[in-house]
Antibody, heavy 125, light 107 residues
């Protein structure tokens, strides 16, 4: 069974960089799939942050692109998120997830099929 | 960005009721629409992908339909474990977006 586990500081100061890691077990990142980060401010909805392929190819939400870096370490079977210049608006639960491509009628449809439990990150001085 | 609007924002229903949640996209997204269920304190769970395909292990009382801009998630007979918040997600554009969520509460 695929399992994902986020880790990182729960408190980050404004203007600093948020750094999180997602450790994957039960599946080798090198075998394929994209891997993504999604966040959820307290009591609010979901926001996709960005995704990375095992090769290192990335794509990001344009609203965050200037501040986001997602990287992968296949030797450790994990991938990471860095979000710079954080403000209180970046306070959220951060989830990592596996992004699977489903073949439906000859077209590929992406969806997040396995998720980590999430980690709360608060931006405050 | 493509905006996803769900309705209603919340609803109350009883065990055994049929429930329908609607998701409307601000522009056509073909069938690039997923549905997730989220319970308090838990990560979202994929229910439906490609608008109408049931994810493995998801009970058959869940179904999805629609294409273009209008989509529905239907729960044929609500069970106690179905009380949760449901989100739609479009993956048509390069910027994926979610609906604001629909909370299904016990009447």
């Amino acid at each position: 069974q695929v399992q994902l586990q986020e880790s990182g500081p729960g408190l980050v100061k404004p203007s600093e960089t948020l750094s999180l890691t997602c450790a994957v077990s039960g599946y080798s990142i090198s075998s394929g799939y994209y891997w993504g980060w999604i966040r959820q401010p307290p009591g609010k909805g979901l926001e996709w942050i960005g995704s990375i392929y095992h090769s290192g190819s990335t794509y990001y939400n344009p609203s965050l692109k200037s501040r986001v870096t997602i990287s992968v370490d296949t030797s450790k079977n994990q991938f990471s998120l860095r979000l710079s210049s954080v403000t209180a608006a970046d306070t959220a639960i951060y989830y990592c997830a596996r992004q699977r491509k489903y073949d439906s009628g000859g077209y590929y449809h992406d969806a997040f099929d396995f998720w980590g439990q999430g980690t709360m990150v608060t931006v405050s001085s | 960005d493509i905006q996803m609007t769900q309705s209603p924002s919340s609803l109350s229903a009883s065990v055994g009721d049929g429930v329908t949640i609607t998701c409307r996209a601000s522009q056509t997204i073909s069938s690039y629409l997923n549905w997730y269920q989220q319970k308090p304190g838990k990560a979202p769970k994929l229910l439906i992908y490609a608008a109408s395909s049931l994810q493995s292990g998801v009970p058959s009382r869940f179904s999805g339909s629609g294409s273009g801009t209008d989509f529905t998630l239907t729960i044929s007979s609500l069970q106690p474990e179905d009380f949760a918040t449901y989100y739609c997600q479009q993956t048509y554009s390069t910027t994926w977006t979610f609906g604001q969520g629909t909370k299904v509460e016990i009447k």
